[in-house]
């Protein structure tokens, strides 16, 4: 049988219903941050996806360019 010294630790562990209600929406707040923020991430890759084709481009209009006309 758990002595009083350890029933009121025990007692102080738990949480209440509120605390732990509290804690999901906390959960749940965090995913959808997390959520918001991969989203963010996703589309700024594909910009600079897009960003970086158009760099190439421009580097291959101006190699053209530059070494079309020597031919």
Do not use: F
Not at 57 to 68: L, T, V
Request: net charge negative.
């Amino acid at each position: 049988m758990p002595s009083q010294s350890e029933d009121i630790n025990i007692k102080e562990n738990l949480w209440n219903s509120n605390e732990i209600k509290e804690l999901i929406e906390y959960a749940r707040h965090l995913q959808e941050e997390n959520e918001d923020l991969q989203a963010k991430m996703i589309m700024m890759q594909a910009k600079l996806t897009n960003e970086e084709a158009k760099v190439r481009q421009m580097n291959n209009a101006i190699k053209q360019m530059i070494y079309g006309e020597r031919n």
